[in-house]
């Protein structure tokens, strides 16, 4: 037997690092950033698009237009939201993020067209400013909730949950709990906030009917309400947003980002954005909404090319947060020591929830802030959401679409097995769907 | 005072002409026939009087900023919640999560209230004049809870700040809810916001309740209180 070290596959490096990790810190692990689990899930990388050849004529790319302009919240709300690109920034809160990444985000979707979002925490005076359309995320904690910003807002987002943590409440440790954030919350300073899980004022289905309500009536029915949710059990909770009166449904994967969670739910919680989209669809034809409750779907959205498949399967629109947060600059190969300090580097930091994020973006430090030059962050994001349109724009044009909502899945096939059970597209190869697909019509089985 | 009655109007209606009576000026306005409806006076940001002749549903006088609300009845669930200021009095029961995140202002309730009065307050006063259910002040933030009658399990559970004062008993604190020394502005406090009320603090012998500071940040020695917290 040769003497090179052998490994488990059992209690490999990240099994032991793990086990020695909790034995020292006497709780989960809590950390920031997305998935980093090892095992790939199911995901829009497993489906290819089928560009026009004989069959269909695509449309000349320098030359015939393609729509992407996007409206939201039209089942209802008097005043929709329409955004030129169906790319919008995602809730993140001042206090996972810094304000200079707050106000960038802001300006960076303007500049293009688009809108940003609230957070936990409340509506900062100069994301208002900076914003063309701001949605309002109203949350279990109702952490800095005021009257006056959800009337200046341009949505409502009832929050239940995220894709990161689904289930649970938003989590803030004390080390980025800075006087500013404890006073715009009513929390004491330096505590380590843990957000409740559930909303104070309502609990179940039933409940949110009257909620939303309540949101309309206070704001005469002019703003659209959205209803956001951690992706679980996807169709009967699209169903119930339906039933609810939502004008917009909001599902965020398991591949969702945040500023700081429980590792275990980051990893081995909800179900991934590939099969969230497919179950929403069939749930919102299934009521008989499709196109009439809009669906964004969020978590884990890197470029145009997943937007432009999550949209063929039937999301109107899409949420980027973490994408958005890595245009800003996170992650990139800059005050390297930084990083080193935080025993991490450049391309592998997920430690935002420590408030020492070498780029000012996941900190309170206002010396770290400055390293994120507002002006310079937003055109970043505003380039990124520019380059996600073309993209989408591209894929649509070469599949003979005038306007990216008519991706449809019809536009792709599965690459692999398991993504042709999830999403009922017929595998490459074959003209066969094997497994039932979420339910929907296929027009193209058999 | 202007009138407004309830009967053969939607929700919308009756809200639309509450706001166009207020725009127009008006500081006394009286609802009829509420009959529980649900989300009435919901997000008014003026000051105004009004008054419900009846009981009223979910939410009412939620997300206000200064408006003084009677409710000659009972109220539903999410009473007041989320208001910045003003000042909610109702005359009988109140339901689930009363004054539910309120930043400020203060909620009145003379006859009793169900689970989770006061959950994640922010601020201002709440005062019950019966007994409180389960779960009250949980999560509470800031704020002042006063409670003449006698409260359920899990009182105070898992504040962060803020005090609640108990006139009768309680079943059971909650994690992390500790009782202590009232002293002589405590008194004066709850002498002078009762008295404003109608109530006399002398016929009480309030307790205390406030955060043990347990919970603010975890303590891996501190195993128990927290095997209940997380």
């Known amino acids: ?446 | 005072m202007e009138q407004i009655d309830c009967d053969n109007k939607t929700t919308r209606e009756i809200n639309t002409a509450l706001r166009a009576l207020i725009s127009q000026g008006e500081t006394e306005i009286c609802v009829r026939n509420p009959r529980a409806r649900h989300n009435l006076a919901v997000g008014l940001i003026q000051p105004a009087h009004i008054v419900f002749e009846g009981s009223v549903g979910y939410y009412c006088g939620g997300m206000g900023d200064g408006p003084t609300i009677e409710v000659h009845g009972s109220a539903g669930w999410g009473l007041a919640e989320g208001i910045m200021s003003g000042t909610i009095v109702v005359e009988k029961n109140a339901g689930n999560g009363a004054a539910a995140a309120i930043r400020g202002g203060t909620v009145i309730v003379r006859g009793d209230v169900s689970a989770r009065a006061g959950i994640s307050m922010k601020g201002g006063t709440i005062i019950v004049g019966g007994s409180v259910g389960y779960a009250t002040g949980f999560m509470m933030q800031k704020g002042t809870l006063i409670i003449l009658g006698n409260a359920g399990m899990a009182l105070g559970d898992s504040l962060y700040e803020g005090h609640i004062f108990l006139g009768g008993q309680v079943e059971e604190l909650g994690n992390d809810a500790v009782v202590a020394e009232t002293d002589s502005q405590d008194a004066v406090f709850l002498t002078q916001t009762l008295a404003a009320f109608g109530y006399d603090a002398a016929r009480y012998d309030f307790r205390k309740i406030v955060a043990g500071r347990k919970l603010w940040n975890f303590d891996k020695k501190d195993f128990e209180s927290w095997r209940v917290a997380l």
């Open chain 1, 1 to 446: 037997m040769s003497d090179l070290p052998r490994q488990s596959q059992v209690w490999n490096d990240s099994t032991i690092d793990d086990i020695q990790a909790k034995a020292e810190l006497g709780r989960y692990r809590i950390r920031g950033f997305s998935q980093l689990r090892e095992r790939p899930i199911p995901s829009f990388d497993d489906l290819t698009f089928l560009p026009c050849t004989l069959t269909r004529i695509p449309l000349e790319g320098y030359r015939e237009k393609c729509n992407t302009q996007t409206v939201l919240g039209a089942r209802f709300a008097s005043q929709p939201i329409v955004n030129d690109i169906p790319v919008m920034i995602t809730g993140m809160s001042f206090g996972a993020l810094s304000y200079n990444a707050k106000v960038a985000l802001a300006r960076g979707a303007r500049a293009a067209g688009t809108s940003s979002t609230t957070g936990d925490g409340g509506m900062l005076r100069a994301e208002r400013e900076n914003a063309k359309t701001l949605i309002y995320e109203v949350l279990p904690s109702r952490y800095g909730f005021d009257v006056h910003d959800l009337l200046a807002a341009d949505a409502i987002e009832l929050t239940i949950g995220q894709g990161a943590k689904p289930g649970t409440g938003g989590l803030l440790l004390g080390s980025k709990v800075s006087d500013e954030i404890a006073a715009r919350r009513d929390l004491p300073a330096g505590v380590d906030q843990r957000s409740p899980a559930r909303h104070p004022d309502w609990l179940g289905p039933d409940d949110m009917i009257l909620k939303i309500e309540e949101l309309r009536e206070a704001t005469s029915g002019r703003l659209p309400i959205f209803v956001k949710m951690g992706a679980t059990r996807v169709f009967d909770d699209v169903r119930l947003a339906w039933k609810a009166g939502a004008d917009v449904v909001v599902i965020d994967g398991m591949e969702g980002g945040t500023g700081a969670s429980p590792d275990l739910l980051l990893e081995h919680t909800g179900i991934p954005t590939l099969a969230a989209v497919c179950e929403a669809r069939a749930a919102l034809e299934d009521v008989g909404g499709y196109g009439q409750m809009q669906m964004i779907i969020a978590g884990g959205i890197r470029s145009g090319v997943d937007a432009a498949k999550a949209i063929a399967l039937g999301a109107d629109a899409v949420y980027i947060g973490t994408a958005a947060l890595i245009a800003l600059n996170c992650n990139r190969p800059l005050y390297l020591d930084d990083y080193r300090a935080l025993g991490t580097a450049p391309h592998h930091c997920h430690h935002c929830h420590t408030d020492r994020c070498p780029v000012g973006i996941t900190t309170q430090d206002p010396d770290l802030m400055q390293r994120l030059p507002i002006d310079e962050a937003a055109e970043r994001v505003t380039n990124f959401l520019h380059a996600m349109t073309l993209e989408i724009q591209m894929l649509a044009r070469a599949c003979a679409k005038a306007d990216v909502h008519d991706l449809e899945p019809e536009d792709m096939r599965a690459l692999t097995l398991e993504s042709s059970m999830i999403t009922g597209l017929p595998l490459v190869g074959t003209r066969r769907v094997f497994g039932g697909g979420p339910g929907w019509k296929r027009s193209t089985q058999d």
